[in-house]
């Protein structure tokens, strides 16, 4: 699911969603975008919080293993007051908005660079002259995403006047892997994700990204489970996510190679790179039973779109969009086309930045069809 886009665009079109993301960041942030409070009670939550946290009576200072490392003591401070104040909100669904903007807050006022989505520390002289104000910033987020909030209630109901039904699309969403036996739809007409390229370590650490925001979120106010070892330490749902286990991976080679021709080229390349090698069969691996899981509720004649770059493990570009279409087949999946898009750079900055040297320039739209 990600952060939600194919979900507020499935809305925007009436239509009823499902979807899951290992993740509670991206599970909160995918909610809230779809369930805002009105604009205007947005605005007001968001003036009321801050005025609050401005008022001089104090709050405790929040707490969490690595809080000194990653927060200067001023930041710290001003963070406990707006969280103190967001827990004073009484209704939880504007709380959950509060907490979205603080967890963008969070991410620009900590002591760990923008430019990436590891956590890694400026530097002692950066650090040094940073003096971020987290209520101020708080202040420009709230209001920014309040007015998110206004377009999306005049889109939604820009939709619902032409709509053939009076019943607004049906929404589920779930946090789980997807490689657990999740309860999903029984049928649905189509599915679109854009899955993870690689294990998160080596493409885009969203576990990592996502920590330190859920530091200051209390868990009560998620959506869906929480379990505490997910942020036990900041590796831990990168460690959880496809590809993140690599514990039989070399034996597991000959079964995964025999499902997927373009895997079984591909993998001779890296083969004097051990290290590589059960890299990308332990993601493989996983990614062919997250493939079958999520095109189970397909229906025959049903569509599924998959966005996929192409990455260079050891030099060598991996076959993805072949890999992908390979163990589709096996789930009865038929390819109908491929469409390539050339991004601007900038869209893909956070994760064109990242160390796995991913050819992130290009991206490929495959679109299967269920034909057994
Ligand atoms: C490439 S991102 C999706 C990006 C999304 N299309 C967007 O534009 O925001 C991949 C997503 O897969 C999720 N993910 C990784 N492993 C997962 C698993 N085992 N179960 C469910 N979701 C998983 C990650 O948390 C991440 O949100």
């Known amino acids: 699911m990600g952060s939600g886009t194919v979900l507020l665009e499935s809305i925007y079109r ?23 409070p009105s604009a205007s009670a947005a605005s007001t939550a968001v003036e009321g919080v801050v005025k609050q946290a401005r008022d001089p009576s104090g709050a405790p200072l929040h707490t969490f293993t690595g809080v000194e490392k990653w927060f200067h003591p001023q930041v710290r ?34 002591n760990s ?15 040094a002259a940073r003096r971020p104000k987290a209520i101020a910033m708080f202040e420009s987020i709230g209001k920014a995403n309040a007015s998110r909030a206004a377009e999306h209630w005049a889109r939604v109901l820009k939709q619902s006047a032409t709509a053939l039904t009076t019943e607004p699309p049906e929404v589920h969403i779930q946090r789980a892997s997807i490689l657990s036996d ?3 739809p029984q049928s649905t007409d189509a ?36 379990e505490e070892h997910l942020l036990q330490s900041t590796a831990r749902i990168d460690s ?17 190679e025999e499902k997927s021709t373009a895997l079984a080229e591909f993998l001779p390349l890296i083969g004097n790179r051990p290290d590589l090698l059960k890299k990308v069969v332990a993601f493989s691996r996983d990614y062919e039973t997250a493939l079958g899981r999520a095109t189970r509720p397909l229906k025959r ?28 087949a096996l789930h ?28 992130m320039g290009t991206e490929h739209i495959l679109v299967t069809v269920k034909s057994s």
């Not at 899951?20 to 960041?25: E, G, Q, S, Y």
């Not at 969203?206 to 106010?221: A, C, K, T, V």
């Not at 496809?242 to 070399?250: E, I, K, Q, Y």
Request: proline letters at 5%; one cysteine or more; hydrophobic letters at 40%.
């Open 332 to 359: 009865g999946q038929t390819s109908v086309l491929v469409i390539d898009r050339v991004l601007p750079l900038k869209r893909k900055r956070m994760a064109g930045l990242n160390q796995s040297g991913a050819t």
């Open 191 to 226: 599915i679109m994700s854009s899955p993870p390229y690689g294990d998160n370590g080596t493409t885009v650490t969203y576990g990592q990204h996502s920590y330190l925001p859920l530091q200051w979120i209390p868990h009560e106010d998620l959506v869906g489970t929480f």
């Open 77 to 110: 401070q001003e963070l406990s007051l707006l969280r103190q104040a967001i827990r004073a909100v009484a209704e939880v669904e504007t709380r959950r908005f509060l907490w979205v903007c603080l967890a963008e807050t969070v991410r620009l006022v900590s």
């Open 14 to 36: 009436g239509l009823n969603f499902d979807g899951v993301d290992i993740n509670p960041m991206a599970v909160l942030l995918s909610h809230v975008k779809s369930h805002p």
């Open 113 to 127: 660079r923008t430019s990436t989505v590891k956590l890694h520390i400026y530097s002692p002289s950066d650090l």
């Open 301 to 328: 004649g049903g569509f599924s779109f998959w966005t996929l770059g192409e990455r260079r493990v050891g030099k060598q570009s991996v076959p993805l969009v072949r890999i992908t279409q390979d163990f589709l």
């Open 240 to 256: 959880l996510s496809l590809g993140g286990s690599r514990v039989g991976a070399l034996d597991a080679r000959k079964e995964i």
């Open 182 to 184: 999740i309860v999903g």
